[in-house]
């Protein structure tokens, strides 16, 4: 297994038809920790596809160096860097069957004499005849030994027979899968290898997937557009922007803290609430010339911002978990109907503030009986509120102020005065 690290890469494509070079990394600074399974997320063109590509050798970077490990991999040739890629389009030999895709990579790991060649290629052609007439080869029957314990692993052996165009899209994959595997690579780079799967059988490849990485904890980057398979396969996710990494981090911790308007609008499924606040206290926030309280870490990052002279407007973002449906007062938000999904286990609402006219969406239970056009009245929970600067940074979270002695100095000692009596 190995260490991944990605220094100060960037990569620019020429010009074409007269137009300017377009640049997709932007010195980019990520490690991949090693056996971590970690997801790249980001838009059309952000250069998280161009990263994998750069890595397996199959593009070669402006500047900057790629280590696997403690080896620079950026001069080797793709054979040399012991990386495996899964591509989106499954990229299988239609003429092989599937056992020889799965070994395609084994037989041409090392260069062989022609005489090696020659004995290969005669033990394949005899090893259906008895045993008395087949000539052996050790190299294959170590290679069919391999392509035999992947398949069985990967519920492939009634199909190894086979060719491409008899298999199904969740076969074809675990086949790509498997010639991935059977090298045993130090990293796997997988470029939306679901996306060509239909939602149910995209549910099952994607936690077999995370099972086998698991099992083999091999070094594993893997890029999707999907948010569900983003939250929950990777241990942490990192977040490009116009070939910028924009944040690194757990799943939840992108969910409950993006580190700026780009990461909050992109990360949950919907996307993170936006609405314009003004500050006018330590912890509270004028929205629509109602004052609502905040709790948390957050009103201890208003804190120091007030501290610091710094007052005026904010964009705050909550999710949709963080409005409730609450009676008509004067500190719930009034708000219409506009749309509803009933998505089963709960109920999407999209509405519009009666009070600035701001559209946002709602999460709650599917028992809820409404209708578009209908007035809705919403509680905001004290504690799910995040802010932003006007540079579109997340507000900055104040450092924890240490005890005093916990730096490791004694403490003064405490002198304790007793009354005296007569």
């Not at 239609?94 to 990579?105: C, E, Q, R, W, Y």
């Not at 190894?160 to 090298?183: D, H, M, T």
């Not at 010339?289 to 905040?294: E, K, Q, S, T």
């Amino acid at each position: 297994m190995a260490e991944v690290r990605f220094e100060k890469v960037s990569k620019t494509f020429p010009p074409r038809r007269g137009g300017a070079p377009v640049e997709v990394l932007r010195q980019l600074d990520l490690t991949v920790q090693d056996g971590e399974f970690l997801v790249l997320v980001g838009p059309s063109g952000c250069g998280k596809s161009t990263l994998l590509r750069i890595l397996a050798g199959l593009e070669t970077p402006s500047s900057g160096e790629i280590r696997v490990g403690e080896r620079a991999v950026s001069g080797l040739r793709p054979a040399q860097r012991d990386v495996a890629m899964v591509f989106q389009s499954y990229a299988l030999y239609p003429h092989l069957s599937v056992a020889d895709n799965i070994g395609f990579g084994l037989r041409r790991s090392r260069s062989r004499s022609a005489l090696q060649q020659l004995k290969d290629g005669i033990y394949r052609l005899t090893r259906r005849l008895p045993a008395g007439l087949r000539i052996p080869s050790e190299r294959e029957q170590r290679i069919e030994a391999r392509i035999s314990g992947v398949a069985e692993q990967l519920e492939l052996t009634p199909l190894l027979e086979r060719l491409p165009k008899e298999l199904s899209g969740g076969q074809k994959q675990r086949v790509a899968l498997g010639r991935a595997i059977a090298r045993q690579p130090k990293v796997f780079l997988m470029d939306e290898p679901l996306s060509n799967l239909d939602a149910k059988l995209r549910t099952g490849t994607r936690a077999q997937i995370v099972a086998l990485q698991r099992e083999l904890g091999i070094t594993t980057l893997y890029v999707t557009h999907d948010q569900v398979e983003a939250m929950t396969m990777g241990h942490r996710i990192a977040v490009l922007n116009q070939g910028r990494l924009q944040q690194l981090g757990t799943p939840m911790e992108l969910y409950d803290h993006p580190s700026n308007l780009f990461v909050a609008q992109f990360i949950g499924s919907p996307p993170m609430n936006l609405l314009p606040v003004q500050q006018v206290g330590d912890d509270q926030v004028q929205l629509s010339g109602r004052r609502f309280l905040v709790e948390g870490d957050m009103a201890h990052a208003l804190e120091a911002r007030a501290a610091g002279e710094a007052h005026g407007s904010l964009t705050a973002g909550l999710r949709a978990e963080h409005f409730k449906l609450a009676p008509a007062t004067n500190r719930n938000l009034p708000a219409e109907v506009t749309h509803l999904e009933a998505l089963g286990n709960e109920l999407l609402i999209s509405c519009r503030l009666l009070e600035g006219s701001h559209l946002i969406q709602v999460r709650t239970d599917p028992g809820q009986r409404l209708a578009a056009g209908q007035t809705i009245h919403l509680e905001v929970n004290p504690l799910g509120w995040r802010f932003f600067e006007a540079s579109g940074d997340a507000l900055t979270m104040p450092e924890p102020t240490e005890a005093k002695g916990g730096s490791g100095e004694h403490p003064e000692e405490l002198q304790v005065v007793l009354p005296e009596f007569s």
